[in-house]
């Protein structure tokens, strides 16, 4: 089975008197282990099918199955639920709580999932070791460099070991030094097994992924494979 399967998806939002179609009938199947870019112009509906993927929103119309399970008419609370166990997302903003250390911001996602203070420690520590942060566990953000939080940022997406790792504009607040690393490491995640899908509008971002999906006026433009040697993630 695949870990994502959408069906016709539509998200219809109704502006006034006006109904703008966000997604206009949008199918796609992406297999466990893939590494997928969805990639769009601003307005285009690349937010609007990660919100729909991430569990974010629900759709007007059309189906959307995670791990064989359908989300797509599930209520806010099942929603939550499946967000917390299934889904780790990284945001372009770090989204860290700036008085946490970055284990204790590592370890959120546990603590709302009821988790015992020692299981929470042991899993985040593990967590910053896999992005190379195990010896910033004890700094707060403004300790930290950007591409430091983003690092953090990661380790709490990981933390729960997820289905999915959804990433939107990851790099977009990093210089192009600090973007080059957050790649590298996404790259070197997924060699382990990590299911990743990248939301972004620059293609040099985008050519790291195994596929990409190209957005346009809410339908799905362009589904393209990428060759080994055109990748950027493959030196």
């Known amino acids: 089975m695949p870990l994502i399967e959408t069906k016709n998806l539509w998200k219809t939002y109704q502006?006034?008197?006006?109904?703008?179609?966000?997604?206009?009938?949008?199918?796609?199947?992406?297999e466990k282990g893939?590494?997928?870019?969805?990639?769009?112009?601003?307005?285009?509906?690349?937010?609007?099918?990660?919100?729909?993927?991430?569990?974010?929103?629900?759709?007007?119309?059309?189906e959307y199955f995670l791990n064989s399970r359908k989300v797509s008419q599930m209520n806010d609370d099942e929603l939550a639920n499946i967000r917390n166990r299934e889904i780790g997302f990284v945001f372009q903003t770090f989204n860290l709580l700036p008085r946490a250390t970055a284990l204790h911001n590592v370890e959120l996602p546990l603590i709302y999932n009821g988790s015992s203070a020692q299981t929470r420690r042991e899993k985040a520590l593990h967590a910053l070791d896999r992005v190379d942060l195990g010896d910033r566990v004890t700094h707060k953000p403004s300790e930290l460099s950007g591409g430091q939080r983003q690092r953090v940022a990661m380790a709490r997406a990981?933390?729960?070991?997820?289905?999915?790792?959804l990433a939107d504009e990851p790099t977009g607040n990093l210089d192009s030094k600090t973007s080059i690393e957050i790649m590298k490491l996404l790259d070197a995640l997924h060699h382990q097994g990590n299911t990743i899908i990248i939301v972004t509008h620059e293609k040099d971002i985008a050519q790291h992924a195994h596929r990409v999906l190209s957005i346009l006026d809410g339908q799905i433009?362009?589904?393209?494979i990428v060759p080994d040697h055109q990748r950027n993630g493959v030196h």
């Open 15 to 30: 502006m006034g008197t006006e109904e703008v179609h966000a997604l206009r009938g949008v199918s796609i199947t992406i």
């Open 34 to 62: 893939e590494y997928v870019a969805i990639m769009g112009p601003s307005g285009s509906g690349k937010s609007t099918l990660m919100n729909l993927i991430g569990c974010l929103d629900t759709p007007s119309q059309g």
């Open 158 to 165: 990981l933390v729960n070991d997820p289905s999915l790792l």
């Open 221 to 224: 433009a362009e589904d393209i």
